[in-house]
Every structure is written in C-alpha cells, then in structure tokens.
C-alpha cells in the first residue's frame, strides 16, 4: 500500500472535520475525531446541548456524571448515514450504549461506536491497483457514575480506541495503517443549583496519550474537549415539561512549534493550559462554541424539540429539530439537521432507540 492510498482514508476523515461534522475550534488538528460525533438523535435536535441533562444511556458518552441519577436499565441504539448529500451509503455511524444501576453503589455501562469509511483503492508508485481496503474506526467505553448526595453527581468513564485506517504501511514507512490508545472522560453535575430548577454541568473527555500510524513523532493528538453547560426546567408539572439547555465547548488540541519537536503532538496533560493561549485572544473566543436547545414533552408520550449552534471558526450555523415518541419502556427519537442548500450537513437525519429492561 503505498503513501497515496493511505492518504485517501486519512483525507476523507479530515474531511468530516472540515465539513462540520465534528464540532471543533475550525479545522481540527486533533486524530480520531470520530470521538466527538455526538451519538443520540434527542440531543442533536438540541442543537448538541445536553451535558447538563444526560439523563438516558447516552450519558455513558455526553456525561457520565449523569449516570448518578440513573436508577434503571436502559440500551440506547443509533445509525446514521454521515455526509448525506454526496450520497455514500457506505459511510456511516453506529452507537449502541448500556446503563445499569446498583442500589448503593451507583449506575455502571458502557458503549461501543464504530464509525465505518468505506472501502478505498490502493495505487502503488506505479499507479497500479494494489486491490481495495476497508477503512474504519471503533472505540469501546467502560463508565461510571455515582451521587455523592442527592444533588452532586461526578462519573468517570475509559476508553479503547482503535482506527484502522489501511491494511498495511505506506511504502517504507514503519507504521501498519492502524493505530491503537486509550483516553478518560469526566464529568460532573450539581442539580437544584441556586434555585431548585437549574442543573449545572461540566466534562473534560477524550485525555490521553496521541495516537500514531506511522511512528510516534507523527502522532496526532486526540481530540480533547472541554465543556460546560446548564439546564433550566421552565415547566415541570405531570403533563407539560418544558426545559432549555445551553452547552459552551472548546477543543483542547496543541503542538509544538519550531525546534527538533516541531509539529508533534503536545501532552495532553500540557496542552489543556497550552491550548488556551494558541492564537491571540479574538480566535481563542471564536473557538468556543455555543449551543443551545429547548425540550417539551407532553406527558411521557410525545416530545418536541429543536436547537441551534454557532460555530463561527468552523462556518458552522446549523438549525436542529427533532421529535420523540414514548411509550412504556420504549422510546424512538428523531433527529434533523437544517445547514442551509448546499452545505454537506443538510438533510442529515438521525434515528436512535432507548430500550428500558
């Protein structure tokens, strides 16, 4: 496999970064950026806002903090096609995440993501066809979330990454396409906050060591991220819930510039200090991104909502929507993405399921 094929799969998960669907202070430096693809169709219709809520399977991924106030049993599904107007069926997200609380111990799960490129041609220096390569992503999350009163909640959740980018090296390069870390989410939550309806939240997720495919002085950062959020619940009566979420967030990615390190990956444990001093003060505030969104349900039956986020480095304003439809233990979400004609994250839909055991 030579340096162009492998090219090919690491351009087109650059690709996602650029085109917005990861949330990321403009063009991501960081790798494996298919960690921040938010799973769950209810928050994408929040416009992404949902750290201070997490109050499904999802909180396994959005805030595991949140798992503390979890006293159920519940799997959470979702598929979604990525990029939908180029039209590639073979370019997809799936998510599947558990929950289960422990009477004086707290709430365990997990999740597992895979995120699927498609398959790529090989070319050799020669332009010949090397045959084809499957290309794809997958990391599997162990979380846990415990109150440490009826108001305080933390979680803390640990990951394996894996990314298969191609089947063997480029040329004489000594990496084999396919790298390997691990990483550490975590989270808090504090409810009833200065008044009884406001929660607070907050998540610093994906820390660890870069990942490299070739050697590691070409290793990439993961892509860290930092949040904070809240949640107000503007009604909360047994028949109307109506509640507004604001999510604030920044990716903590940095690398060294000039010396012998030049262009290698920061620690992680450094660069979430380094990172905030990157550029001059005006990009570093454009690189927070705001998000909010507004939830109703009427009564534990149908739920309505919609969002929006402004990521100005990026160039990235879309509107969201989305519905639910409960019944019993079983809940349907639907999620919609409105970016405006011709932007590549119009018309993304999203499908998830929450199954209470």
């Given at each position: 496999?030579?340096?162009?094929?492998?090219?090919?799969?690491?351009?087109?998960?650059?690709?996602?970064?650029l085109?917005?669907?990861?949330?990321?202070?403009?063009?991501?430096?960081?790798?494996?950026?298919?960690?921040?693809?938010?799973p769950?169709?209810?928050?994408?219709?929040?416009?992404?806002?949902?750290?201070?809520?997490?109050?499904?399977?999802?909180?396994?991924?959005?805030?595991?903090?949140?798992?503390?106030?979890?006293?159920?049993?519940?799997?959470?599904?979702?598929?979604?096609?990525?990029?939908?107007?180029?039209?590639?069926?073979?370019?997809?997200?799936?998510?599947?995440s558990?929950v289960?609380?422990?009477?004086?111990?707290?709430?365990?799960?997990?999740?597992?993501?895979?995120?699927?490129?498609?398959?790529?041609?090989?070319?050799?220096?020669?332009?010949?066809?090397?045959?084809?390569?499957?290309?794809?992503?997958?990391?599997?999350?162990?979380?846990?979330?415990s109150?440490?009163?009826?108001?305080?909640?933390?979680?803390?959740?640990?990951?394996?990454?894996?990314?298969?980018?191609?089947?063997?090296?480029?040329?004489?390069?000594?990496?084999?396409?396919?790298?390997?870390?691990?990483?550490?989410?975590?989270?808090?939550?504090?409810?009833?906050a200065?008044?009884?309806?406001?929660?607070?939240?907050?998540?610093?997720?994906?820390?660890?060591?870069?990942?490299?495919?070739?050697?590691?002085?070409?290793?990439?950062?993961l892509?860290?991220?930092?949040?904070?959020?809240?949640?107000?619940?503007?009604?909360?009566?047994?028949?109307?819930?109506?509640?507004?979420n604001?999510?604030?967030?920044?990716?903590?990615?940095d690398?060294?510039?000039?010396?012998?390190?030049?262009?290698r990956?920061?620690?992680?444990?450094?660069?979430?200090?380094?990172?905030?001093t990157?550029?001059?003060?005006?990009?570093?505030?454009?690189?927070?991104?705001?998000?909010?969104?507004?939830?109703?349900?009427?009564?534990d039956?149908?739920?309505?909502?919609?969002?929006?986020?402004?990521?100005?480095?990026?160039?990235?304003?879309?509107?969201?929507?989305?519905?639910?439809?409960?019944?019993?233990?079983?809940?349907?979400?639907?999620?919609?993405?409105?970016?405006?004609?011709?932007?590549?994250?119009?018309?993304?839909?999203?499908?998830?399921?929450?199954?209470?055991?």
């Open positions: 496999m030579n340096r162009r094929a492998a090219g090919l799969a690491i351009a087109l998960i650059f690709t996602l970064s085109t917005g669907l990861v949330r990321a202070d403009g063009p991501s430096e960081a790798g494996v950026i298919f960690l921040k693809l938010p769950g169709a209810r928050p994408a219709g929040l416009g992404e806002a949902f750290i201070a809520q997490a109050d499904d399977a999802t909180a396994t991924w959005w805030n595991p903090a949140g798992m503390a106030f979890i006293e159920s049993q519940e799997v959470a599904l979702m598929y979604v096609n990525l990029l939908p107007q180029f039209h590639l069926d073979d370019l997809y997200y799936s998510f599947v558990y289960q609380h422990i009477p004086e111990w707290g709430t365990v799960g997990g999740n597992i993501i895979f995120t699927n490129y498609g398959k790529i041609e090989g070319k050799d220096e020669y332009n010949q066809d090397t045959g084809t390569f499957h290309s794809y992503d997958v990391a599997f999350t162990g979380a846990y979330g109150p440490v009163n009826n108001k305080l909640g933390i979680g803390v959740a640990a990951k394996f990454i894996y990314s298969h980018l191609a089947d063997q090296g480029a040329g004489a390069e000594k990496g084999s396409g396919v790298g390997t870390s691990m990483a550490v989410d975590l989270g808090v939550m504090y409810r009833e200065f008044m009884r309806k406001l929660t607070l939240a907050a998540t610093l997720t994906n820390m660890g060591p870069a990942i490299s495919y070739i050697d590691r002085a070409q290793a990439d950062p892509p860290m991220t930092i949040r904070v959020g809240a949640s107000y619940k503007i009604l909360d009566s047994e028949f109307n819930r109506l509640v507004v604001l999510d604030m967030q920044k990716e903590l990615v690398r060294y510039e000039g010396g012998a390190n030049d262009g990956a920061v620690p992680f444990y450094i660069a979430m200090f380094t990172s905030w990157n550029n001059d003060l005006q990009n570093e505030i454009d690189g927070v991104i705001p998000s909010i969104g507004m939830e109703y349900w009427y009564s039956l149908v739920g309505l909502r919609m969002g929006y986020y402004y990521d100005k480095l990026g160039d990235r304003y879309p509107t969201t929507f989305g519905f639910s439809l409960a019944y019993s233990s079983y809940r349907f979400d639907f999620g919609y993405i409105s970016a405006g004609e011709g932007h590549p994250l119009t018309d993304t839909m999203m499908f998830s399921l929450n199954l209470g055991i």
